[in-house]
T-cell receptor, first 113, second 110 residues
Framework: DAGITQSPRYKITETGRQVTLMCHQTWSHSYMFWYRQDLGHGLRLIYYSAAADITDKGEVPDGYVVSRSKTENFPLTLESATRSQTSVYFC????????????FGSGTRLTVV | AQSVSQHNHHVILSEAASLELGCNYSYGGTVNLFWYVQYPGQHLQLLLKYFSGDPLVKGIKGFEAEFIKSKFSFNLRKPSVQWSDTAEYFCAVNAHDMRFGAGTRLTVKP
C-alpha cells in the first residue's frame, strides 16, 4: 500500500473554496479511480481514468474535476466546495479495469465548513 | 450500470461464531465480484475475488465466498470469527468499473 499515496490526510476548508486532493501511485497502473465514502452509501465512484489524458465520469461526478497528465498522478479538484462534499475520499489504482481488484490509498478526510 | 445490495448493516457476533454476510448484485452480463475489508481507521483491502472457474473462492484470513449465478449472489462466509475480524465489509461488482455495496459493519465480541 505504500505504492499509492494520498495527500493531505485531513483537510478543512470553507464553503466556496477550491480544494485539490492529490493521489500518486508508483506501480504505473493504467487505471486510477476516485471514490467518496459516506455512511450508509458505501463507496461511490466519482471519476476514473483508463490512462493518461483519458478520464470519465462515475456515479457522482457533479462538483468535481479531475485531470491525468501523467500516469502516476490523478488529482481531484472540488471547484467550489459545498458542505455536502464533506466525506472521506479514496483514490485507487488497478492494472486493468475489471479483472483485478483495486489497491486503495489511505484516504483524505475532507470537512467543508 | 451494475448495483450491489448488502442486506445486513450491522452484525454482532461472539468469537467462534460462524459468519455469513449477504451480497446481491444486479447486472445482466458477466461480472467480476469482490469482497473488501476496512479495519477501523484504515483503507480498504482486498479479501477475495471471483472472475471465473470454481464458484467457491477462498480468500485471506479464512474467509470464503460462493458465487451463485442464478441468485445473483456472492455471500461471504467464515466458519469461526475472531475479535480481530471486527471491521466493515464491502461487496463490490466490477462490470466496467467497481461499484460497492453500502457495507456491513461486523462487531465481534470477545
Amino acid at each position: 500500500d505504500a505504492g499509492i499515496t494520498q495527500s493531505p490526510r485531513y483537510k478543512i476548508t470553507e464553503t466556496g473554496r477550491q480544494v485539490t486532493l492529490m493521489c500518486h501511485q508508483t506501480w504505473s497502473h493504467s487505471y486510477m479511480f476516485w471514490y467518496r465514502q459516506d455512511l450508509g452509501h458505501g463507496l461511490r465512484l466519482i471519476y476514473y481514468s483508463a490512462a493518461a489524458d483519458i478520464t470519465d465520469k462515475g456515479e457522482v461526478p457533479d462538483g468535481y474535476v479531475v485531470s491525468r497528465s501523467k500516469t502516476e498522478n490523478f488529482p481531484l479538484t472540488l471547484e467550489s466546495a459545498t458542505r455536502s462534499q464533506t466525506s472521506v475520499y479514496f483514490c485507487a489504482s488497478s492494472e486493468a479495469s475489471d479483472i483485478y481488484g483495486y489497491t486503495f490509498g489511505s484516504g483524505t478526510r475532507l470537512t467543508v465548513v | 450500470a451494475q448495483s450491489v445490495s448488502q442486506h445486513n448493516h450491522h452484525v454482532i457476533l461472539s468469537e467462534a461464531a460462524s459468519l455469513e454476510l449477504g451480497c446481491n448484485y444486479s447486472y445482466g452480463g458477466t461480472v467480476n465480484l469482490f469482497w473488501y475489508v476496512q479495519y477501523p481507521g484504515q483503507h480498504l483491502q482486498l479479501l477475495l475475488k471471483y472472475f471465473s472457474g470454481d464458484p467457491l473462492v477462498k480468500g485471506i484470513k479464512g474467509f470464503e465466498a460462493e458465487f451463485i449465478k442464478s441468485k445473483f449472489s456472492f455471500n461471504l462466509r467464515k466458519p469461526s470469527v475472531q475479535w480481530s475480524d471486527t471491521a466493515e465489509y464491502f461487496c463490490a461488482v466490477n462490470a466496467h468499473d467497481m461499484r460497492f455495496g453500502a457495507g456491513t459493519r461486523l462487531t465481534v465480541k470477545p
